[in-house]
T-cell receptor, first 114, second 114 residues
């Protein structure tokens, strides 16, 4: 079962920042937070992941709270092409502990509106 | 980097027929995963390989399903005696075994059983 809780859906105006929350209150010390998105009829696309520190790449920023019980994915300037289902996943990802497969929940359906 | 490749992209078959899907992972990726996704749901884990060894199988993988990765490179997923409930998108993903690794997905193979 998925170990995260996300809102079912969100809207965002084009050009504004999209902030997608995720609750993972039972996260363990060796679990990373991963974000993927899935545009209709396509395979999931990797966005970003992190363990403790905030992370940023060309697609998004990931803000993880200090207690690691929640996180926020930020798309700084949302475009219509960012309309998709966004999945937040926690996953053990250390070889010695055994990298585990991704377990998807239902995700958040983000609609970017012109 | 050519990404994860899946073939065929679409398959329509009659109930009771066998179907086989092929997945070519990203070069040098030693882990390969299979997922299934039905409409409105997130991807569900089926099985994964490390090199040629099948390390984990989900309870979703019934006796009619078999996956192989004979030389640790490409993989096949065969469904025997297909049923209408097998209609779904079958996703393949691959990763390199290391800490904090990223799993990359293909575009999926759509199966329709009529």
């Amino acid at each position: 079962d998925a170990k995260t809780t996300q809102p079912t859906s969100m809207d965002c105006a084009e050009g504004r920042a999209a902030n997608l929350p995720c609750n993972h209150s039972t996260i363990s010390g060796n679990e990373y937070v991963y974000w993927y998105r899935q545009i209709h009829s396509q395979g999931p696309q990797y966005i970003i992941h992190g363990l403790k520190n905030n992370e940023t790449n060309e697609m998004a920023s990931l803000i993880i709270t200090e207690d690691r019980k929640s996180s926020t994915l930020i798309l700084p300037h949302a475009t219509l092409r960012d309309t998709a289902v966004y999945y937040c996943i926690v996953r053990v990802a250390t070889p010695n502990s055994g990298n585990t497969p991704l377990v998807f929940g239902k995700g958040t359906r983000l609609s970017v509106i012109a | 980097d050519t990404g994860v490749s899946q073939d065929p992209r679409h398959k329509i078959t009659k109930r009771g027929q066998n179907v086989t899907f092929r997945c070519d992972p990203i070069s040098e990726h030693n882990r390969l995963y299979w997922y299934r996704q039905t409409l409105g749901q997130g991807p569900e884990f089926l099985t994964y390989f490390q090199n040629e060894a099948q390390l984990e199988k989900s309870r979703l993988l019934s006796d009619r399903f078999s996956a192989e990765r004979p030389k640790g490179s490409f993989s096949t997923l065969e469904i025997q005696r297909t049923e209408q409930g097998d209609s779904a998108m079958y996703l393949c993903a691959s990763s390199l075994e290391r800490a904090g690794n990223t799993i990359y997905f293909g575009e999926g193979s759509w199966l329709t059983v009529v």
